[in-house]
């Protein structure tokens, strides 16, 4: 079973979000930086528990597909599209209404 825990904060152009992801083999730390326009763009998101699904989201999608080991340490948050072209519409999928 993995474990992901996101806290999120406000900063001056979105949240900062710090990202704990456990499984049996281990912990492991991210920051993810989540823009005002992405979050909008991608969750409806304006406040800070809208943005930690967004990004619980994120991480789900990106277990789904590596190992907690190989999700970068700090991004920002289109960077996962870059990797992952069918990313955007993932995530409108998974937090429609």
Known sequence: MTDV???????DDGWRCRVTVRDDRG???HVVQVGQADAADLAVAIE??????LVEETFDFLLERES??????????PVVERYFPGYR?????????
């Open 48 to 53: 800070a528990s809208h943005v930690e699904r």
């Open 68 to 77: 907690k080991e190989s999700i970068l340490a700090t991004f920002e948050l």
């Open 27 to 29: 912990t492991s730390e």
């Open 5 to 11: 825990v996101v806290n999120c904060t406000p900063v």
């Open 89 to 97: 519409d993932e995530m409108r999928r998974r937090l429609a209404p």
